[in-house]
């Protein structure tokens, strides 16, 4: 099957999958991003912003508002993004599979698998229609491109597409401060392909210094050294590294692995370390080690191992977010599985039954995916399916209430305060929130 091909059927896939994108709407966080941020609201208004946080990404709403300020718009082009990064992801395992896999006998199905896993697998929701989750989308687009750049390097005059690898790793730094993932990735492909460490380091040199020159640059800016301070507010680095163990491997069994997906996860954060807490570290630090030891054996295991690993470490290192896991922390995350999905594909003896396999999985993938993007139809949708995957999170039972109010639900919104205050007597806001509402 050509690349043309293959391209094709992953896009018609995925617009399927996504066809409800269009009949969604503001959520949570897209209000104060995007709604009542006035410098997305033009362009005047985000050059006088600068320098700011991520102007690439307030870029990209101010090009949505100037438009239309309907969101539809606005979900529209994160599903286009999200295609856009799964077609990416076509190309790099086309490019990658035959040094990396050379043992299977058709890496161009293969990769197929892999981008079609990675554009239906419903754990992407969020990052493709979630709209205040636009910069994770928009860092993992140029990250992928920074790679295929680098790819393209190998077939011809090198030094201009590692410019391009360059520009990339800067653009996604300019979306999402914590997009600094590119290097590392960089060497992780060279030692996939049979590189030793060393020349790797020496190899991908252009895309350090970059970095450097870029977090400097980052650092300068006096928003984000504010936004270094509030995150260790937050809580203790240390702390949040403990915690983070719990974090990531709420990732792997719940959204990853068993597609229990969950807009607002109510993880606690870790004050004990009890024996749980040692059997997730030794199960993390075992796959890391399994990764490692692959690297040099079966080349695309240990690869697609340790991206998992690489991909996350931005979002669940010292550095404190409010919440400590979020599905769309998978979205770049999400390339290693699926390449290995795909090689394991493609292994079967029988290419019937590879076929058939790959179509049974896409298409379970994708009404996964559909009936997930359905839930962004409303905020009551959204939040309902919220309390049902997490019922003792207090925190979704009082904005469950309050986008019931909104939608003119009064007995609902009143019980779901006296829910969120029955699970957390302290809640300030369930608390305002049903004392606001008119008596029976």
Same mark, same amino acid.
């Given at each position: 099957?050509?690349?043309?091909?293959? *391209?094709? #059927?992953? *896009?018609?896939?995925?617009?399927?999958?996504?066809?409800?994108?269009?009949?969604?709407?503001?959520?949570?966080?897209?209000?104060?991003?995007?709604?009542?941020?006035?410098?997305?609201?033009?362009?005047?208004?985000?050059?006088?912003?600068?320098?700011?946080?991520?102007?690439?990404?307030?870029?990209?709403?101010?090009? &949505?508002?100037?438009?239309?300020?309907? %969101?539809?718009g606005f979900a529209l082009a994160g599903v286009a993004l999200h295609l856009a990064a799964a077609l990416v992801v076509l190309a790099l395992a086309r490019a990658w599979l035959p040094a990396m896999a050379p043992g299977v006998a058709r890496p161009e199905f293969a990769a197929l698998a892999c981008a079609l896993v990675y554009a239906l697998h419903p754990a992407q929701t969020e990052a493709a229609v979630y709209i205040a989750a636009r910069s994770t989308t928009l860092s993992t687009l140029l990250t992928l491109l920074g790679l295929l750049a680098w790819e393209r390097a190998r077939a011809g005059n090198p030094v201009a597409w590692r410019a391009a690898t360059v520009a990339c790793l800067a653009l996604s730094l300019a979306a999402r401060e914590a997009a600094w993932t590119l290097p590392f990735l960089l060497v992780l492909v060279e030692l996939a392909r049979g590189d030793s460490f060393?020349?790797?380091?020496?190899?991908?040199?252009?895309?350090?210094?970059?970095?450097?020159? *870029?977090?400097?640059?980052?650092?300068?800016?006096?928003? &984000?050294?504010?936004?270094?301070?509030?995150?260790?507010?937050?809580?203790? %680095?240390?702390? &949040?590294?403990?915690?983070?163990?719990?974090?990531?491997?709420?990732?792997?069994?719940?959204?990853?692995?068993? #597609?229990? #997906? &969950?807009?607002?996860?109510?993880?606690?954060?870790?004050?004990?370390?009890?024996?749980?807490? #040692? *059997?997730?570290?030794?199960a993390a630090g075992a796959l890391v080690a399994i990764g490692v030891v692959q690297i040099a054996r079966r080349r695309w295991l240990g690869f697609a191992m340790l991206w998992f690993a690489v991909a996350l470490a931005p979002t669940h290192g010292p550095l404190a977010r409010y919440e400590l896991a979020n599905d769309r922390q998978l979205h770049l995350a999400m390339v290693g599985p699926a390449l290995a999905v795909g090689v394991w594909l493609a292994s079967w003896r029988r290419q019937t039954a590879a076929v058939a396999g790959l179509a049974a999985l896409a298409l379970l993938l994708g009404l996964a995916t559909h009936a997930r993007v359905g839930d962004y139809e409303s905020e009551a949708k959204l939040w309902g399916a919220t309390v049902r995957a997490s019922p003792g999170n207090a925190r979704a039972w009082n904005t469950l209430g309050y986008a019931l109010e909104q939608?003119?639900?009064a007995a609902g919104a009143r019980a779901a305060y006296e829910r969120a205050l029955a699970l957390d007597p302290t809640h300030r806001k369930a608390r305002g929130n049903v004392d606001a509402l008119p008596l029976r």
């Open positions: 099957m050509t690349f043309r091909e293959s *391209a094709a #059927l992953v *896009a018609l896939a995925a617009i399927a999958a996504y066809a409800a994108a269009a009949g969604t709407t503001w959520q949570y966080d897209d209000f104060r991003v995007v709604v009542i941020e006035r410098d997305v609201h033009s362009w005047t208004a985000w050059w006088a912003a600068m320098p700011g946080l991520r102007p690439l990404t307030k870029a990209s709403y101010v090009a &949505n508002w100037t438009l239309s300020q309907a %969101p539809m060393a020349s790797a380091l020496r190899r991908t040199a252009p895309a350090w210094i970059a970095l450097a020159l *870029a977090a400097t640059a980052v650092i300068a800016v006096g928003a &984000n050294r504010t936004l270094v301070r509030q995150s260790l507010a937050i809580r203790d %680095p240390i702390d &949040n590294l403990v915690s983070q163990v719990d974090a990531v491997v709420y990732l792997v069994a719940h959204p990853f692995a068993t #597609l229990r #997906l &969950n807009f607002d996860p109510d993880l606690p954060v870790r004050t004990v370390l009890d024996a749980a807490w #040692l *059997a997730k570290l030794a939608d003119g639900d």
